[in-house]
């Protein structure tokens, strides 16, 4: 199975700020990669997809990146209505695998 | 547009079997693949499987010898199934389109409590 391993596990932030999420899979997935946003309460929303791609209607403070076994998204400009968990998800090989997830929070 | 919802029990019984339906619309079953995924309360989240367009299936290693995903197309639904539930069972499972639509929607989820 493919690991993903993300950090940091947590992370706390102002909003305006920068902040970025980490992820590094155990053997090359090429770009795919997907990563998603789970607000308390909520379902996850796919954020980004093929690690650059954002979905539909996304802000573009989101931006991803990466290739082969390392990955980032980064939220630029930080706003109160990030508060969330954010994971990354490899779809290139099955079983499909989640990373740890990474809890923002604002100061 | 596309939506996904998950409907079942809320309460499993240790050692029984858990039968969740997951009703989909604006998408076919027949040209889209679904997953199943759980999440642990105040965990991170599990692919637990999927069943592909044309209604093969892949499950995920830890839990092949329990479970048993399954369609009907007619109805739009994805049936899981899942057997020899224990207390670590208990999560919220989400049913989502792909993996080949990267899991680009997700269900509401339901909360299931393995407990006597």
């Known amino acids: 199975d493919t690991v993903m391993t993300q950090s940091p596990a947590s992370m706390s932030t102002s909003v305006g700020e920068r902040v970025t999420v980490n992820c590094k899979a155990s053997?090359?997935?090429?770009?795919?990669v997907a990563w998603f946003q789970q607000k308390p309460g909520q379902s996850p929303k796919r954020l980004i997809y093929l690690a650059t791609n954002r979905h539909t209607g996304v802000p573009d403070r989101f931006t991803g990146s990466g290739f082969g076994r390392d990955f980032t998204l980064t939220i630029s400009n930080v706003e109160a209505e990030d508060l969330a968990v954010y994971y990354c998800?490899?779809?290139?090989?099955?079983?499909?695998?989640f990373g740890s997830g990474t809890k923002l929070e604002i100061k | 547009q596309v939506q996904l919802k998950e409907s079942g029990p809320g309460l499993v019984q240790p050692s029984q079997t858990l039968s969740l339906t997951c009703t989909v619309s604006g998408f076919s079953l027949t040209s889209n693949s679904v997953s199943w995924v759980r999440q642990p309360p105040g965990k991170g989240l599990e692919w637990m499987g999927a069943i592909w367009s044309g209604g093969s299936t892949d499950y995920n290693s830890a839990l092949k010898s329990r479970l048993s995903i399954s369609r009907d197309t007619s109805k739009s639904q994805v049936f899981l199934k899942m057997n020899s539930l224990q207390t670590e069972d208990t999560a919220i499972y989400f049913c989502?389109?792909?993996?080949?639509?990267?899991?680009?929607?997700w269900g509401q989820g339901v909360m299931v409590t393995v407990s006597s």
């Open positions: 989502t389109r792909g993996p080949d639509w990267e899991l680009d929607y």
């Open positions: 053997q090359s997935v090429g770009t795919v």
């Open positions: 998800l490899q779809y290139d090989s099955i079983p499909l695998t």
